[in-house]
C-alpha cells in the first residue's frame, strides 16, 4: 500500500474496504488501552518479596536506625544503588522517594526560584526557556509550563537530540536555561544517544547561559530488553570539558520494584546538589528510609540487580516483538509510517502520515482502544505536524496487545487513506 | 532562690556555689541531647510489624493494586484514617508521602506562586506575610523565610494564640496571608487552643484577604498522654462562619508508627484541594501506595491507632514526669522561669528570666547537654527576649533524662545569678 503513488480509484476502493473491516471491529466492542508506561501485574510481582524482607531488623549496615527521622541525602546503601544504576560516585548521589519526577521537579524549582550553584534565578529573566527534544515526555514539558518556563521544540533523530539545532539555539539565546533529555531507550523514540551527542551536550556549558542545566532523566538506565545497550557517560563527558555543573542525573526504581513505591536518585556535581539540598531542606527532613533498605536489601549486589532486569526483558520481549511484528507486517513497503525498533525502554513511537495521528488515535478510540491524547509528546501538547503517536505496550496481557496492535493498524491505514483523499 | 530580691552579696555567694557544682558536672563529660522532638527506639519498636503486614497480598480492598502508578488523592482507605485522625470527611482528604512537612510545604507553594481557589498569587503581592505564634516550630518559619514571605510574630497564650493580636494584624494589614497553627499540643508550649480561639480563628476568612489560609498543623491530633484532650473542631467552625476556604488541615502519622515512614495527610475544601492537587500533578503521579496499604491494615479501625496511641503514651509519660518534676523542684518558688504542663505532644516549653536563654544553651552545651538552638522557636531564629528554651524530652532514655535536665536546671540558675550580677 503506497498512498502517494495510488491513483483515485485505489484510495476511493481501499477506504470502502477498510471502512467496512472497521465497523466490523468497532462491533466487538473492545475496551483495550495502550496508553500507560506502567509495568504489568508479572513485573510487579517479582519484587513481591520487598514487604517483609526487613524480617524485623530497621538497622542499615551502617547503623542508622531508618525507622526515625533525618538524613536528607538518604541512606547511604540506597545513595550506593544509585549510584550503581547511574555510574556515578557515591558521594554525588541523594536517595529520595518514590518519584524521579518529583526529584525533577525539585530541581527545577530551585532553579526557577533560588538558581543553582549561585547563578540567576530563572524567574528574574525576562523570558528563561528550555529546549524539548520531540517527540518527548509529557511529564517534563507539564514541569515547565506549569512555571511558565518557555519551552522550544529540538528536532529527535536516530542517535539523540538534533545536536546542530540545539547549539543554534543555545548560541542565538542567552535565556535558554535548560533541556530536557531521556537519553536511554529516550522516550518515546526509544533512542539511545550516541557517543558524539554526549560528548557535544557536555560542551555546551562552555556556551550557554552559566545557569543552564542539563536534566538527564535517565529513567531505563538499565531497561534493556535482550542485550545491555551502552549509554556514554554524560559525567565523564562533562569533566573532560569542565562542565561538570551543568548535568544533573536522574533515575528511579519505578519500573524496577513497584512503580510508585520505590526510590529516585539525583546525581550531580556538589556545587548543584548544595542548591538542590539547600531547597529541599525547607520542605523535608528526609525520605522512607525503610523503604530505602528494603530496596538495598532486596538487590544487596548490583549483580542481582541486572538479573532482576532480566526477568522484566523476557515479560517485555514478546510485547515489543508483537509490535514491531504488527507494524512490520502492514507497513514494511508502505510510505504509511515510520517507527523505531527501541532495544529497551517501555514506548515505540510511531510516525503517520502528516496530519494523521490525531484521526488514527480518534478511530481507534471509537473502536475501543485507548491512545495517548494527539500531541502529547509535544510541548503544550501540540504536534506541529500531526504525526506522533506513543504505543505503550507492557501494561496488556500479550493477547490484548496483539488485538489492539490490529486495530491500529488498520487505524493508521483508513486514516492515511481518508486523508489522501480530503476526508479529514 | 528569689533573684529580684537577693542582695548582692547573696548572689555572688550563689554564683560560687553554683560555679562549682557546674564544674564538677563538666568533668564527668557527658554527652546528652534534648534537642530532638524523635520518637525513641521503643516507641518505633511498637510499629514494626508494619513491614512483612502485606503478606504478598497487595491489593486494596477497592481493588487498587498499590504496586502500579496512580491516585494523586491518595489510596482510599488511607484516606479514610487520615479523616479519622483530623475528624473530617474522607472526600476532603488527600493522603500522601511521608512528611507532612512537604505536603505544607507544596501548600504554601501553591498560594504564592499560583494562588488558592483563583486568589492572587501571593508572590504578586508587595510584602505577602504569615503570622506566626511564638513561639512556634522552626520548620513553619523555614518555609516562610526561604520564599521571601515575611513573619509577624504574634504571642501565644494558655489557650493558643493572643487573638486579640491576631486580629488587630489582620484588619491593619491585607497583606497578611497566612498564619501558622499546631493546634492541640502546640510546638514547644504544649497549648491546646479553646473553643473561644477556635472560634474567633475561624472567622479571619470574614475579613482577612480572600487568599488568607489557616495553616493548622495538627501535628499532635492523637498524642495525649494520660487523658484525651478535646481540640474543637476548626472545620465545623468555618462551616459556620461560611469561610470555608480559609483553613488547610495537615496530620501525619510520623509520630504514630516509624517517623519519616509514615504517611502525611491534607484536609481542605473542594476548591483548595483543587487548587493544591493542580500544583500537585505536575510533581508526581501518586504517593507510595504500598505503604499506605500497611498502614490501613496495621491499624484497621480507629480504635486500635487509639490503642496504638495509648502505648506510645505509656512510653512517654514517665518522661514528660520526670522533666516536670525536675523543673518543679528547681523552681516552684522562684522568679527563675516558667513553663507549660503538656498533656500530650513532644514538648516542654521552658521560658528563663529576659536574656539568660541563649547563656543557658552555651552552658548546657559546655557540659555536653545539647539543647535546641536559641531562637530556634522563633521567625529567623530571632527570639526577642531570648527566654525561651525548647525542651524535647522523647528520645533519650529516661535515666539520660534525668540526668539531662539535672544539668539543665543548674544551667538555667548559674545563668540567671550571672545575669542579675552582669556577668553575661
Redesign the interface.
Known amino acids: 500500500m503506497r498512498i502517494d503513488s495510488a491513483r483515485s480509484d485505489q484510495l476511493q476502493e481501499w477506504e470502502s474496504e477498510l471502512s467496512a473491516q472497521y465497523q466490523r471491529i468497532c462491533q466487538h466492542e473492545l475496551s483495550l488501552d495502550l496508553t500507560?508506561g506502567?509495568?504489568s501485574?508479572d513485573q510487579?510481582h517479582l519484587?513481591?518479596g520487598?514487604?517483609?524482607?526487613?524480617?524485623?531488623d530497621?538497622r542499615a549496615a551502617d547503623g542508622t536506625?531508618?525507622?526515625?527521622?533525618?538524613g536528607l541525602e538518604g541512606l547511604q546503601c540506597a545513595r550506593e544503588l544509585g549510584a550503581d544504576i547511574l555510574q556515578v560516585p557515591t558521594e554525588e548521589v541523594m536517595a529520595a522517594?518514590?518519584?524521579s519526577?518529583?526529584l525533577m521537579?525539585?530541581a527545577v524549582?530551585t532553579g526557577y526560584?533560588f538558581g543553582f550553584a549561585g547563578n540567576t534565578p530563572w524567574r528574574e529573566m525576562k523570558s528563561p526557556k528550555f529546549l524539548c527534544p520531540v517527540p518527548g515526555y509529557d511529564?517534563h514539558f507539564?514541569?515547565c509550563?506549569?512555571?511558565g518556563i518557555g519551552m522550544v521544540n529540538v528536532p529527535m533523530t536516530a542517535t539523540g537530540p538534533d545536536m546542530d539545532a540545539v547549539e543554534e539555539q543555545i548560541r542565538g539565546d542567552s535565556e535558554i536555561i535548560g533541556i530536557w533529555c531521556v537519553p536511554k531507550f529516550s522516550n518515546p523514540t526509544g533512542v539511545t544517544y550516541d557517543k558524539e551527542t554526549v560528548d557535544r551536550l557536555a560542551q555546551l556549558g562552555q556556551f550557554a547561559n552559566p545557569g543552564f542545566r542539563i536534566f538527564w532523566d535517565n529513567a531505563y538506565a538499565i531497561h534493556d530488553l535482550e542485550h545491555q545497550v551502552n549509554l556514554p557517560g554524560i559525567r565523564e563527558a562533562t569533566h573532560e570539558n569542565d562542565t561538570g555543573d551543568s548535568v544533573l542525573q536522574f533515575a528511579s526504581t519505578?519500573k524496577v520494584t513497584?512503580?510508585?513505591?520505590g526510590l529516585a536518585f539525583v546525581s550531580a556535581s556538589e556545587a548543584n546538589l548544595a542548591s538542590l539540598k539547600k531547597?529541599m531542606?525547607?520542605?523535608?527532613?528526609?525520605?522512607?528510609?525503610?523503604?530505602q533498605l528494603?530496596h538495598s536489601r532486596f538487590f544487596g549486589e548490583f549483580t542481582l540487580l541486572r538479573e532482576h532486569m532480566q526477568k522484566h526483558a523476557q515479560i517485555l520481549n514478546p510485547k515489543f516483538e508483537c509490535v514491531q511484528s504488527q507494524l512490520e507486517k502492514a507497513f514494511a513497503d508502505t510510505d504509511l509510517g515510520t517507527w523505531e525498533e527501541p532495544k529497551g525502554g517501555y514506548f515505540v513511537s510511531f510516525n503517520t502520515r502528516p496530519g494523521c495521528a490525531a484521526a488514527v488515535i480518534q478511530l481507534a478510540a471509537d473502536a475501543g482502544v485507548k491512545l495517548t491524547p494527539a500531541g502529547a509528546t509535544f510541548p503544550y501538547g501540540k504536534d506541529p505536524e500531526d504525526r506522533n503517536i506513543r504505543i505503550a505496550p507492557s501494561f496488556p496481557p500479550l493477547e490484548e496487545l496483539d488485538t489492539a496492535m490490529s486495530v491500529f493498524v488498520l487505524c493508521v491505514k483508513l486514516a492515511s487513506v481518508r486523508k489522501q483523499l480530503g476526508m479529514l
Chains 1, 2 share one sequence.
Open positions: 500507560r506502567k509495568p501485574a510487579l519484587s513481591d520487598l514487604d517483609g524482607i526487613l524480617n524485623g530497621y536506625d531508618t525507622r526515625n527521622y533525618g522517594g518514590n518519584s519526577l518529583t521537579y525539585h524549582l526560584l511529564r507539564s514541569i509550563e506549569q512555571l519505578s513497584h512503580a510508585g513505591a531547597q531542606q525547607a520542605m523535608t527532613i528526609g525520605p522512607d528510609k525503610v523503604n528494603r
